[in-house]
């Protein structure tokens, strides 16, 4: 399965950051994560393939995440931007197949900018 993002660039501070990711097979939970150079990759928000979705504390009234299965897609939007929110994007898909807790496709990742 490959997953294929969309939607990085240059965003104003106090702007909405929108993100896309086509997954080509099957998959079942869903996730953004984002990774700051020399940092750990951290995860913005995940999806399950029922709907439900989670988000650390720290992105709590900012962050939403949707998927649509008919189109194997999952969006994230993130509003009132911040340049702290500038990293690589990458979206994370599970194989179906599997139990457990991580992910098994990742897709190449994403730069977004927010500027001040």
């Known amino acids: 399965v490959q997953l294929v993002e969309s939607g990085g660039g240059l965003v104003q501070a106090g702007g909405s950051l929108r993100l896309s990711c086509t997954a080509s097979g099957s998959v079942s939970a869903m996730a953004w994560y984002r990774q700051v150079s020399g940092k750990q990759r951290e995860l913005v928000a995940q999806i399950s393939s029922g709907g439900s979705t989670l988000w650390p504390e720290a992105m709590k009234g900012r962050v939403d995440i949707s998927r649509d299965d008919a189109r194997n897609t999952v969006d994230l939007t993130i509003s009132n931007a911040k340049p702290d929110d500038t990293a690589v994007y990458y979206c994370?898909?599970?194989?179906?197949?599997?139990?457990?807790?991580?992910?098994?496709?990742w897709g190449q990742g994403t730069q977004v900018t927010v500027s001040s």
């Open positions: 994370a898909a599970r194989d179906p197949k599997r139990i457990w807790a991580g992910f098994d496709y």
